[in-house]
């Protein structure tokens, strides 16, 4: 694959990365709406999910009771995902660094791949420590697992293509 061909590809892998991270950012702004939608949604009469899914359904509806009194009665509780999410942004600011200059800038990736890996640990510890279900502590570690694969990949393509650059034409 030629240096040109490589590098379009390493940049397609970071843009939707990058896109994943911003979307994954935004939606942390509306928490208390997006919640109201899912529990309406999953507690609709048609919804399978109270039959099939019960602890699923009651966690959401715990959530969602949980941010409505914090909405009413504490507010700036939800500032903290106001933060979450402008880290996001944030961070998807500097994978740009990677898409301008993969190999000059391969430690984002590096740095990507070591935020990912450490999700694992941070959900084991806190997960019980803030009573969230073990079930949905794996729904968070999977950011970790999944979000590492597009970056592994992006690793190996910036590695050859500066094996590539490195070796004269």
């Known amino acids: 694959m030629s240096e040109r061909a490589l590098l379009r590809r ?5 843009v939707v990365f990058i896109v994943c991270l911003v979307l994954s950012g935004l939606t942390a702004f509306p928490l208390v709406t997006e919640l109201h939608w899912a529990d309406d949604l999953l507690n609709a009469s048609a919804s399978p999910v109270p039959e099939h899914f019960p ?6 509806t715990r959530v969602r009771t949980g941010l409505d009194e914090a909405d ?14 402008f880290a996001h942004l944030v961070i998807a600011v500097a994978f740009y ?12 990736i590096e740095f990507g791949m ?22 949905w502590t794996v729904i968070d570690m999977s950011f970790g697992v999944f979000g590492v694969i597009p970056l592994l990949v992006v690793h190996r393509m910036i590695k050859r293509l500066e094996t590539a650059a490195a070796v004269p034409a």
């Open 10 to 14: 390493i940049r397609v892998w970071l």
């Open 55 to 60: 602890a699923l359904a009651e966690w959401i």
């Open 72 to 85: 009413a009665n504490y507010p700036f509780v939800l500032y903290g995902t106001d933060w979450l999410a």
């Open 97 to 108: 660094g990677p898409y301008r200059d993969p190999v000059r800038n391969i430690w984002v």
């Open 114 to 135: 070591i935020a990912c890996a450490g999700i694992i640990p941070l959900a084991l510890i806190c997960g019980p420590i803030r009573d969230i279900p073990f079930w």
